[in-house]
């Protein structure tokens, strides 16, 4: 099971969620986070006092998936979270140890 | 003999004075006018609400409350403070010019009869009232310098001295009958010097007293809702319409186009700051049109009622440049009058008033005078004259009352206090719980 971490511009979640939904992934939890990489932030002018504002508004959408599922949810997450200017997010991938579904019990790829 | 002698006087003066009512008709209430009066009061009481929205969401989001309450709470105090004996010192029966005597305290003979000289076709409490709200409004207005970090108690203390100490007197001397500026033929159609200039100059009074709020130019301190200021400065533009349409103290001929030329100088400026800011910063800000209009509004407060709708164009285009270049100058003075009060009625107020002494015509309104391009540069003199002592005047007793509450309760809030916020701090409330 691998945990996929994505971060991308807030405009694009729902393209993300609906590309995501229609190749069978069942849940996602989703952060709003603000933070800033190579794009920096930008700069706001309110009657003539400048402010660089660093941390700009990101959607953190996090999935569990089955190993296999793996490839073709991160081909997708980055087709439609995807415009090609500078900002466009991260995807990161890590090992998970263990999912538990409270309800049942259920343990592992069942629980996922 | 002596007792018998007065007494005899007296008979023959109080008869003397039948005789004198008798032969003047009675003042006459005209309806029109003091519906017109009573509903622009109620459109002034607007506008202290509606800045308090304005400079609220101007603030970070945990002053909110502590900024609309020094609005709000001017309604309060002042209302009591004017009908106890504002109102007397402002407008009561002159004493050598300076001020107005106590006689009408507690607004003892301020009936439902028109007044002569101030309201002769309107009940005299309606001129009162009137008034009242113009008194309510200045000192809020002051609470931009100070905004997010003036202990609230002391405000409360800071009203009443102000509006003793430099409202009431003011007004009496450009407003009231006998008033010294009055009499030097200064003109202020609805209170360029005694509202706009006097809290604008406080302001700048206060900005050097009060001092800069903690991590001033260090942290940024953007705007929390900004589209809170929008409905205030909407709010401020409609009440305004009472402002000065209502200082005819009549309905008709001035107070329409007194509406007419404020509507107009408003746009203008709106117009006016939002280009300029466009071409210097790169974006046209809702904020900047927003202060645009306030500054059109400042503008053409003492010349409303004096002239046309072409010069409006022109006073309001001119303020909306102005009051941009002052706030620019005010961030690199590194000054922290926090929400430009300075830079938007002090400058535009001061614009406004000279601005009388150019556009004045007496073919708007034959009660003023002719300014300077109508071939009268006398007024321009005049107004220079009576702006620079409405400055030094607010500037100079607004310092001493200042320096005064620093020493006995203290300007500040506690610097953890100001990191907490006022909403907290001060009234133990939230203005958002989200």
Same mark, same amino acid.
């Given at each position: 099971?691998?945990?996929? /971490?994505?971060?991308?511009?807030? =405009?694009?979640?729902?393209?993300?969620?609906?590309?995501?939904?229609?190749?069978?992934?069942?849940?996602?939890?989703?952060?709003?986070?603000?933070? =800033?990489?190579?794009?920096?932030?930008?700069?706001?002018?309110?009657?003539?006092?400048?402010?660089?504002?660093?941390?700009?508004?990101?959607?953190?959408?996090?999935?569990?998936?089955?190993? /296999?599922?793996?490839?073709?949810?991160?081909?997708?997450?980055?087709?439609?979270?995807?415009?090609?200017?500078?900002?466009?997010?991260?995807?990161?991938?890590?090992?998970?140890? /263990?999912?538990?579904?409270?309800?049942?019990?259920?343990?592992?790829?069942?629980?996922? | 003999?002596?007792?018998?002698?007065?007494?005899?006087?007296?008979?023959?003066?109080?008869?003397?004075?039948?005789?004198?009512?008798?032969?003047?008709?009675?003042?006459?209430?005209?309806?029109?006018?003091?519906?017109?009066?009573?509903?622009?009061?109620?459109?002034?009481?607007?506008?202290?609400?509606?800045?308090?929205?304005?400079?609220?969401?101007?603030?970070?989001?945990?002053?909110?409350? &502590?900024?609309?309450?020094?609005?709000?709470?001017?309604?309060?105090?002042?209302?009591?403070?004017?009908?106890?004996?504002?109102?007397?010192?402002?407008?009561?029966?002159?004493?050598?010019?300076?001020?107005?005597?106590?006689?009408?305290?507690?607004?003892?003979?301020?009936?439902?009869?028109?007044?002569?000289?101030?309201?002769?076709?309107?009940?005299?409490?309606?001129?009162?009232?009137?008034?009242?709200?113009?008194?309510?409004?200045?000192?809020?207005?002051? %609470? &931009?310098?100070?905004?997010?970090?003036?202990?609230?108690?002391?405000?409360?203390?800071?009203?009443?001295?102000?509006?003793?100490?430099?409202?009431?007197?003011?007004?009496?001397?450009?407003?009231? $009958?006998?008033?010294?500026?009055?009499?030097?033929?200064?003109?202020?159609?609805?209170?360029?010097?005694?509202?706009?200039?006097?809290?604008?100059?406080?302001?700048?009074?206060?900005?050097?007293?009060?001092?800069?709020?903690?991590?001033?130019?260090?942290?940024?301190?953007?705007?929390?809702?900004? %589209?809170?200021?929008?409905?205030?400065?909407?709010?401020?533009?409609?009440?305004?319409?009472?402002?000065? &349409?209502?200082?005819?103290?009549?309905?008709?001929?001035?107070?329409?186009?007194?509406?007419?030329?404020?509507?107009?100088?408003?746009?203008?400026?709106?117009?006016?700051?939002?280009?300029?800011?466009?071409?210097?910063?790169?974006?046209?800000?809702?904020?900047?049109?927003?202060?645009?209009? $306030?500054?059109?509004?400042?503008?053409?407060?003492?010349?409303?009622?004096?002239?046309?709708?072409?010069?409006?164009?022109?006073?309001?285009?001119?303020?909306?440049?102005?009051?941009?270049?002052?706030? #620019?100058?005010?961030?690199?003075?590194?000054?922290?009058?926090?929400?430009?009060? $300075?830079?938007?009625?002090? $400058?535009?107020?001061?614009?406004?008033?000279?601005?009388?002494?150019?556009?004045?015509?007496?073919?708007? #309104?034959?009660?003023? #005078?002719?300014?300077?391009?109508?071939?009268?540069?006398?007024?321009?003199?005049?107004?220079?004259?009576?702006?620079?002592?409405?400055?030094?005047?607010?500037?100079?007793?607004?310092?001493?009352?200042?320096?005064?509450?620093?020493?006995?309760?203290?300007?500040?809030?506690?610097?953890?206090?100001?990191? #907490?916020?006022?909403?907290?701090?001060?009234?133990?409330?939230?203005?958002?719980?989200?």
């Amino acid at each position: 099971m691998k945990k996929i /971490e994505a971060i991308v511009k807030p =405009f694009k979640l729902d393209e993300v969620k609906n590309a995501l939904t229609k190749i069978g992934v069942q849940g996602m939890t989703i952060t709003e986070v603000k933070g =800033f990489g190579r794009q920096r932030g930008h700069t706001e002018v309110y009657r003539g006092a400048e402010y660089t504002i660093d941390f700009i508004p990101k959607i953190k959408i996090d999935l569990i998936v089955s190993d /296999e599922l793996v490839p073709q949810v991160i081909e997708t997450i980055e087709r439609a979270a995807k415009t090609g200017k500078i900002g466009d997010g991260k995807i990161f991938l890590s090992s998970v140890e /263990e999912v538990i579904r409270i309800r049942t019990g259920e343990r592992g790829k069942d629980a996922i | 003999m002596k007792i018998f002698s007065i007494s005899l006087l007296m008979f023959i003066l109080s008869i003397a004075g039948v005789a004198f009512a008798g032969e003047q008709a009675p003042p006459k209430v005209d309806t029109g006018d003091t519906a017109w009066i009573l509903i622009s009061s109620a459109l002034v009481m607007l506008m202290t609400p509606g800045l308090a929205l304005f400079y609220g969401g101007m603030v970070r989001r945990k002053n909110v409350l &502590g900024t609309i309450m020094q609005s709000f709470i001017a309604l309060g105090v002042i209302t009591i403070q004017w009908v106890l004996y504002g109102y007397s010192l402002a407008f009561g029966p002159d004493i050598g010019g300076v001020i107005g005597s106590l006689n009408w305290i507690g607004l003892r003979g301020v009936g439902v009869d028109p007044h002569p000289d101030y309201s002769p076709t309107v009940p005299h409490q309606a001129f009162m009232i009137f008034q009242m709200m113009f008194a309510v409004i200045t000192p809020a207005l002051i %609470t &931009g310098a100070f905004a997010e970090r003036f202990k609230f108690k002391t405000y409360l203390v800071f009203l009443i001295l102000w509006a003793t100490f430099v409202y009431d007197p003011l007004a009496h001397w450009v407003w009231g $009958v006998g008033g010294w500026i009055k009499e030097l033929g200064a003109l202020d159609f609805a209170g360029g010097l005694v509202v706009h200039i006097s809290s604008g100059i406080a302001a700048l009074a206060a900005t050097f007293m009060v001092g800069k709020r903690k991590g001033y130019g260090e942290e940024p301190m953007p705007p929390h809702n900004l %589209t809170m200021t929008l409905l205030g400065a909407a709010l401020l533009w409609f009440g305004w319409f009472g402002f000065n &349409g209502g200082s005819a103290i009549a309905s008709g001929a001035i107070a329409t186009s007194a509406f007419v030329v404020t509507h107009v100088s408003t746009a203008s400026a709106a117009l006016s700051w939002m280009i300029v800011e466009w071409r210097h910063r790169g974006n046209p800000t809702v904020l900047g049109a927003a202060s645009g209009a $306030v500054a059109g509004l400042v503008a053409i407060t003492p010349a409303s009622g004096f002239v046309g709708p072409m010069s409006a164009i022109l006073i309001g285009f001119v303020a909306g440049v102005l009051c941009y270049l002052a706030i #620019n100058l005010k961030m690199k003075l590194r000054y922290d009058d926090s929400l430009d009060v $300075v830079g938007v009625h002090g $400058v535009g107020g001061t614009w406004g008033a000279l601005a009388t002494g150019l556009f004045a015509s007496k073919a708007m #309104n034959p009660a003023g #005078n002719d300014g300077l391009f109508f071939g009268n540069p006398s007024l321009l003199a005049i107004q220079a004259l009576t702006v620079l002592v409405a400055w030094i005047y607010s500037f100079v007793v607004t310092l001493v009352l200042l320096k005064i509450l620093d020493r006995t309760m203290g300007l500040r809030v506690s610097e953890e206090h100001e990191m #907490n916020g006022l909403d907290l701090s001060q009234h133990g409330e939230t203005g958002y719980s989200l």
